[in-house]
């Protein structure tokens, strides 16, 4: 898998993040396990949560193009030249992901404990202990590093589970708290899965959802990068719960998912491309559904 290679040079284009073990692979089909300890009938949607679903996008989109502080989407980012590591934008993003990485890792404990019992792991004391042990790890990052190289990519190495490094046009990119709680709830969601995919029967079982409720393949890597937009979604959402403010609710939900509002949209093997990333993320999570309609400005 893409996580256990040792250099970060094939993380994907499209990808906002890769996570490097300076270890050699380990195979992994061992591990394979189908989650299948999860009884429920094939989850599907109704022609009007459909409808929603699409109506979402296109506020979240529309909400990238009037809010000045809406994140960049990720082919623009892609189209931009390096920014070096004292220019004032990285800086400002680097003192932002600094200051609310606490805060994210707190709301990614929540949120993976929200998942869980919403998929029916509560109750298995084995998964609980990989949940605990998840934990752990996130509760071990200190540090964001930013890198001018990484560009618009966000790194973990595995040998240094505890600094996630952030390439300074992702920095400059995500120019609100929600988005940047975002991104850091999902790269703290591949260190919980840590390096032997731990969470594997949680993060298939939230692939699985996301295949039926949409009809896309998100299996496989596909459905781990799902399950921490998911994670992300979730601490954004559970962010702008917490601290009211004068900006639309829309508007500040927005921002942690509209980096992927793409005019080139382009995924592979382990990618949905971004634009199916949200339709799939809003598939699985009808309450930002809901809070992205019922309140827009
Ligand atoms: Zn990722």
Redesign the pocket.
């Known amino acids: 898998m893409k996580r256990f290679l040792t250099t970060k040079t094939l993380s994907h284009k499209l ?4 996570l490097v073990s300076l270890w050699l692979s380990i195979p992994v089909l061992a591990q394979d396990r189908s989650g299948s300890h999860t009884t429920r009938v094939r989850a599907t949607m109704s022609p009007e949560a459909k409808a929603s679903v699409e109506e979402a996008i296109g506020l979240v989109c529309t909400q990238a193009k009037l809010d000045p502080k809406s994140s960049v989407a990720i082919d623009e980012m892609q189209a931009r030249p390096s920014l070096p590591l004292h220019s004032p934008e990285a800086r400002t993003g680097a003192e932002r992901a600094q200051r609310l990485l606490p805060l994210a890792k707190t709301l990614v404990i929540t949120a993976l404990r929200q998942l869980s019992t919403e998929y029916g792991f509560e109750k298995s004391p084995r998964f609980k202990l990989r949940i605990n042990q998840a934990i752990a790890r996130v509760n071990l990052v200190k540090r964001v590093r930013p890198d001018m190289d990484s560009r618009d990519n966000a790194s973990v190495y595995l040998s240094r589970p505890h600094v996630i490094t952030f390439g300074t046009i992702f920095l400059a990119g995500l120019r609100s708290d929600e988005g940047m709680i975002s991104v850091l709830a ?1 790269e703290l969601m ?1 260190i919980a899965d840590g390096d032997n995919d731990s969470l594997r029967p949680l993060v298939s079982a939230v692939g699985n959802k996301a295949s039926e409720l949409t009809g896309l393949d998100v299996h496989g890597q596909r459905g781990e ?1 799902i399950t ?1 937009d998911l994670i992300g979604a979730m601490a954004a959402r559970a962010y702008v719960g917490d601290t009211p403010g004068y900006e639309s609710i829309t508007r500040r939900l927005a921002r942690s998912i509209q980096h992927n509002c793409v005019e080139i949209d382009e995924g592979d093997e382990d990618h949905l491309s971004p634009r199916n990333t949200i339709r799939a993320l809003l598939a699985l999570n009808p309450a930002l559904v809901r809070d992205l309609i019922n309140d827009r400005f």
Not at 15 to 18: A, E, G, I, P
Request: aromatic content about 0%; overall charge negative; some cysteine.
């Open positions: 990808c906002l993040c890769v999902h591949h990068e921490c």
